[in-house]
C-alpha cells in the first residue's frame, strides 16, 4: 500500500532511524548514553518480593533511579557494554559478579528494609566515569519518588571520594623529599635494536604497588616481561623499519586490560580487543614506519588505564641512524594521585588536574641520581610524550640542540647553516629525539620548558664529568 500524502517519506524515516543509531553509538562511545525514561519501577515477583531491570554500558547504569518495594529485592541485570561491568549495593554488602559483554545474571540482595542506597558499578574507574544509580525501597520506591530517607542503618547511602574509586583521602607529594635509602633511578639508557627481524615478545598486564615518589605509594596498572618486576612506564621496545613484532598480552591482573602500539597497523576490533584476567592474545604487526611510538592500555576508560601508568615507547629506528657516545629515553608523563596505595584519580584525570609531570615514571628521580657522561660526548635523548594529557617541551639547560628529530622526519641536522633547537616540542603521543653535547664539566637540568610542571617533578640532571654533589640533589 502507498504512503498516504500526509504519510512521512519512508526512505526519510530509514534515513532518520540509521543517523539516530549512529549518533547514539557514539556517544556510547565517549561515555555518554541517552535514557528516555530515567525512572523505573520494580515488578513484583510473589508476596513481599521485587524484581529490577537493570541494564549495564560504558558508562552508565540505566535505569538511574531504580524503586522496589520493601522486602525481597533481586536485580536481574545485563551488560549492554563493550567491557566486564558489574553491580555492588556497598551498603548491603552485596557484589554481583562481573559480567562479560552481552551477559546477563542477577543479584539477590535479601530482605531490604525502606531506604535509598547507591548503586555503583565496582570495577575501578567505572564508578567514577559515571556507572553510578539510586535504588529507592519502601513506600517512596513504590511511588516512583527518586529519593527516601533510610529507615535503617542498612539504608543509609554509601558514598565514594569524589572522582575516586577507591575513596580515601588523596595522597600527597613532597617534590623536595629525597629517595629512600637504597633507591635506584631506573636505568635511563635505551635498549640496542632487537636481533633479528622476527620478535617474539611476552608482556604481563597487573595491578601493583609501586612508590612514585618518596614515601608515596599508588596502585599502579602495569606492563612487565615474565619474571621481571613491574614498571612505570613498562619495558622499552626497541627494532628497525620492516621488522614484525609478535606480542603475547597476557592478564595477569584482576580486571580486564588491552595493549595498543601506535607503530602498527591493525584492526583496532581485533588486537587491540580488552581480555579478561587469565586470559591471553597475540598481537602481531609490522613496523612499516620510523618512529619514537607510544603503546598503552586502551580498555575503557582508557583514559584511566593510561593515567593509572599503563603506558610504554617503541622505537622503531630511522634508517641509517647516526652512531653516539650515548642513548638515553625520557618518557613523560603525569601522576593523578588517589589514596595511598590506591588507584590514580579519574575524576581528576577528566579535569587535566594532575599531582606531578615526571621522566620514566618518578618525580624527580634524576635529580638525585644524575645521568653520568663526559664533556664533549655525543647525546642522543629519545622522549616520548605518553601524556594521558599533558605536552611537552623537552630541554636541557646549559646546551643547543643541534639535531631534532620528530614524528618520523628529521627537523634539524648539522650542516652549513648552522641551526640550532633549544626544545623538542611534544603533544601527547608524539615522539622523537634530540642530539647534543655537554661543553664543559658540571650538571645540566633536563626539564620541560613548561615550568609550571617543573615544580611538579619534571626534573633530572646531567653531570657531565666528575664533579663535587649538588647539596639537597645528587651526584658522584
Known sequence: MSPSPSSPDRGMLSLFAALTA???FVLGTIGVIVVVNDTASSSSTGSGSSQVEVTLSDFAIAPKTMSAAAGQVTLSIKNDGAVLHNVQIAALGKTSADLAPGAHGTLDLGNVAPGTYEVICAVPGHAAAGMTATLVVGDAGSSGASTATSGSSAGAMH??????????????????????????????????PLPGTVHEITLEARETVLEVAPGVTQQMWTFNRPGEEPTVPGPILRGKVGDTF???????GSIQHSIDFHASKVAWSDEMRSIAPGESLVYEFTADYAGAYMYHCGTAPALHHIGNGMYGAIIIDPPQLAPVDHEFVMVQSELYLGPEGQPGDLTKM??????????NGYVNQYKFQPIRVEPDQRIRVWVVDDGPSENSAFHVVGTVFDTVWKEGSYLLQPDARKGGSQVLDLQPAQGGFVEFSLAEKGYYPMVTHKFSNVGKGAMGLFQAGDVAPLAGGGGH
Open 159 to 192: 558514598t565514594m571520594a569524589a572522582g575516586s574509586s577507591t575513596g580515601g583521602d588523596a595522597a600527597t607529594i613532597d617534590v623536595n623529599a629525597a629517595p629512600p635509602d637504597g633507591f635506584t633511578a631506573r636505568d635511563p639508557n635505551a635498549p640496542a
Open 246 to 252: 609478535r606480542v603475547t598480552l597476557v592478564n595477569e
Open 350 to 359: 577528566q579535569n587535566d588536574d594532575w599531582d606531578a609531570v615526571v621522566f
Open 22 to 24: 549512529v549518533f547514539v
